[in-house]
């Protein structure tokens, strides 16, 4: 089922003597608002880690690599065409899902079986001609929204022969930042960087700790055109909580997730309660190394969301939060309906 209705997130996780993003303009410090002494953390970043997690899993993403290099955008949609073309249940799924596509079909090429033979005997004598571009540009892009997930849920801008297509992502996270001042540590480690027969020395730049926060946004119009389903939204949500826990490298480890809350609003209601981080009251001393020096208010979100209740606005919102860290220190917690963010993700082939 495509996503029918607009929803809002809230994402936190903990930075623990890490480097949550490396700045590549400043040695690869981690990303500084230096005049509030906060932590920010870019979308792309986690961006990257979600699309890194649901490679593992299985699932096929557009921005990937292959033996260490980006695979050309043609490269990738011929790949994805000709897998289509050879699989005559999928093929026959598509055109029952779509009737006017199979007419389509039928209308430049006249035959209804061995696709892929078809197709690319065809293809090359068809360049000009309107019906079949048509057809293709259509075809193309309904097959590469329903094979890459990173499209469905982040968009793209794909331009290749046969397809001239820009989608605004269903999924926009803003950039994250720690909720409270951060401290760098002091002393600096001098690595060594290994090149092919030659090494040269750097410096890790770590903070002590951080408790950073997403804000970001689903937009049910934007998943009509990528085809978002409610299981990719589900998707989404359990990838980036677990995408940051296996991004294990030296300067990401000792991040943990720690909250998650998603209002789900009615399918009529357009709007969306806004960046839900200004509802958050967080008290600190000094010196704060754990989550324990911290204390984080939901107080006002609860205000506003009964609000929004009030209204007849708000659909459910659902929630999860870390079982083993932080919880006495996240209080006044909206009430929401639990899910499960660490259950594990089992991709459904096809």
Request: hydrophobic share 35%.
């Amino acid at each position: 089922m495509i996503v029918k209705n607009n929803s809002d997130f809230l994402f936190g996780f903990q930075s623990i003597l890490s480097n949550p993003n490396g700045d590549p303009d400043q040695e690869n410090k981690p990303r500084m608002d230096y005049e509030t002494s906060t932590i920010l953390v870019s979308d792309g970043r986690r961006k990257r880690d979600i699309r890194d997690f649901l490679k593992n899993k299985g699932y096929q993403i557009f921005v990937d690599t292959l033996s260490d290099q980006k695979v050309p955008m043609d490269k990738m949609f011929e790949y994805i065409r000709d897998n289509w073309l050879n699989d005559e249940e999928r093929m026959n799924s598509l055109f029952e899902d779509n009737p006017k596509l199979k007419e389509q079909w039928k209308d430049v090429f006249r035959e209804e079986k061995d696709f892929l033979k078809t197709y690319l005997d065809k293809k090359d004598k068809l360049k000009k001609n309107k019906d079949f571009v048509r057809f293709n540009n259509i075809f193309l892009t309904e097959i590469i929204k329903r094979s890459l997930i990173d499209i469905r849920l982040f968009g793209s801008a794909m331009a290749v022969e046969g397809v001239s297509r820009t989608y605004t992502g269903p999924v926009q996270m803003s950039w994250g930042y720690s909720l409270h001042p951060v401290e760098l540590v002091k002393s600096s480690t001098i690595t060594s960087i290994m090149n092919d027969d030659n090494s040269t020395f750097g410096k890790k730049y770590k903070l002590y700790y951080a408790l950073v926060a997403h804000y970001g946004t689903i937009n049910k119009y934007n998943a009509q055109r990528t085809g978002m389903t409610e299981e990719d939204r589900e998707l989404f949500r359990k990838s980036l909580v677990q995408s940051i826990m296996a991004n294990q490298t030296d300067s990401k480890q000792g991040q943990e997730p720690l909250f998650y809350l998603e209002i789900l609003y009615k399918e009529d209601f357009d709007g969306y309660l806004g960046d839900l981080r200004r509802f958050i009251d967080i008290r600190y001393g000094e010196n704060i190394r754990s989550i324990e020096d911290l204390t984080v208010d939901f107080s006002r979100l609860n205000t506003a969301l009964d609000e929004m209740k009030k209204k007849g606005y708000i659909d459910k919102v659902i929630g999860w939060e870390h079982p083993f860290a932080g919880k006495e220190q996240l209080i006044n917690m909206p009430q929401y309906e639990e899910v499960d963010l660490w259950a594990p993700i089992i991709k459904v082939e096809g």
